[in-house]
């Protein structure tokens, strides 16, 4: 009998169904007093459907998990009934958890069986292009464990022994060398079972998914990233979001 009936790894990877986890449970602290970060307006429109307006564009995708505020959940649902959204794409909402890392362990647990490729997308990151989207789930179908999206810095970066009092002078300890270092976005994308796996066996704290595999001693790769996949953290985030918008809306008129 022949092997050729059954497809290679290399084959089922690059015809595994992909999902996308949407944490958007944080409050946005860093944004000020005001509804969780996710549900804030931009040009009108939820920062959250922005981001999973955005997942949706790639046809690669085919569910979206949004991890919701932890009281809301049913509000989540109901904007997302109430926005226009691809038919393709289905959608399922789970209520997140007090750390980032527990927000999305709660995505991934509410995943169905068959999908085998999953990408977690910050809602703080609404205006990533679909053509970045499109690079993380080829670099997964090629064979990566992990991709993560990434741009080098434009600042140099000092490490400091931090102080104790904030305003504090802090001394520096070292300073890496800028062209070796990126600034990494999201979404990240992952062979699932990999993710499942860093999620059951790395506790610490982490900032980023890839930080997990990469303690899993697995490689991650990175692909590269897109100016407009930025993260709304600050006050002036909303701003420079609402102007790429606004260039959007012009260029697409023409
Ligand atoms: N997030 C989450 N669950 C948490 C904390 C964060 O799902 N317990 C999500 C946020 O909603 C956001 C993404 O993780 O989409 C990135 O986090 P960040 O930008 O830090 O958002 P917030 O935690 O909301 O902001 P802040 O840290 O300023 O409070
Ligand atoms: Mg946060």
């Given at each position: 009998m022949s092997d050729d009936s059954r497809p290679s790894p290399a084959t089922a990877r690059a015809e595994a169904r992909t999902a996308?986890?949407?944490?958007?449970?944080?409050?946005?602290?860093?944004?000020?007093?005001?509804?969780?970060?996710?549900?804030?307006?931009?040009?009108?429109?939820?920062?959250?459907?922005?981001?999973?307006?955005?997942?949706?564009?790639?046809?690669a995708v085919s569910?979206?998990?949004?991890?919701?505020?932890?009281?809301?959940?049913?509000?989540?649902?109901?904007?997302?009934?109430?926005?226009?959204?691809?038919?393709?794409?289905?959608?399922?909402?789970?209520?997140?958890?007090?750390?980032?890392?527990?927000?999305?362990?709660?995505?991934l647990?509410?995943l169905p069986p068959d999908y085998d490729i999953v990408l977690?997308?910050?809602?703080?990151?609404?205006?990533?292009?679909?053509?970045?989207?499109d690079a993380v789930i080829e670099a997964v179908r090629d064979g990566a464990p992990a991709v993560?999206?990434?741009?080098?810095?434009?600042?140099?970066?000092?490490?400091?022994?931090?102080?104790?009092?904030?305003?504090?002078?802090?001394?520096?300890?070292?300073?890496?060398?800028?062209?070796?270092?990126?600034?990494?976005?999201?979404?990240q994308g992952f062979d699932r079972a990999t993710l499942v796996r860093a999620?059951?066996?790395?506790?610490?704290?982490?900032?980023?998914?890839a930080?997990?595999v990469?303690?899993l001693g697995l490689t991650v790769v990175?692909v590269?990233?897109?100016?407009?996949?930025?993260?709304?953290?600050?006050?002036?985030?909303?701003?420079?979001?609402?102007?790429?918008?606004?260039?959007?809306?012009?260029?697409?008129?023409?």
């Amino acid at each position: 009998m022949s092997d050729d009936s059954r497809p290679s790894p290399a084959t089922a990877r690059a015809e595994a169904r992909t999902a996308v986890v949407i944490p958007a449970a944080g409050r946005g602290v860093r944004l000020g007093p005001g509804a969780p970060k996710a549900l804030r307006a931009l040009n009108g429109t939820p920062m959250l459907i922005h981001a999973v307006r955005a997942m949706a564009a790639s046809r690669a995708v085919s569910l979206v998990v949004v991890v919701a505020p932890p009281d809301g959940a049913a509000e989540v649902k109901s904007l997302l009934d109430a926005h226009a959204l691809p038919e393709r794409t289905d959608f399922l909402v789970v209520p997140g958890g007090a750390e980032r890392q527990d927000s999305v362990k709660l995505g991934l647990d509410a995943l169905p069986p068959d999908y085998d490729i999953v990408l977690v997308h910050d809602a703080a990151r609404p205006l990533v292009p679909v053509d970045t989207v499109d690079a993380v789930i080829e670099a997964v179908r090629d064979g990566a464990p992990a991709v993560v999206p990434a741009l080098p810095l434009a600042d140099t970066v000092k490490e400091v022994e931090p102080a104790s009092a904030a305003g504090d002078p802090e001394p520096v300890v070292a300073t890496p060398e800028r062209a070796r270092l990126r600034a990494v976005q999201t979404p990240q994308g992952f062979d699932r079972a990999t993710l499942v796996r860093a999620h059951e066996t790395i506790i610490d704290n982490v900032t980023d998914d890839a930080s997990m595999v990469e303690q899993l001693g697995l490689t991650v790769v990175v692909v590269p990233g897109h100016e407009e996949a930025f993260k709304v953290t600050r006050p002036l985030d909303l701003v420079l979001a609402e102007a790429v918008l606004a260039r959007r809306r012009l260029n697409d008129g023409f």
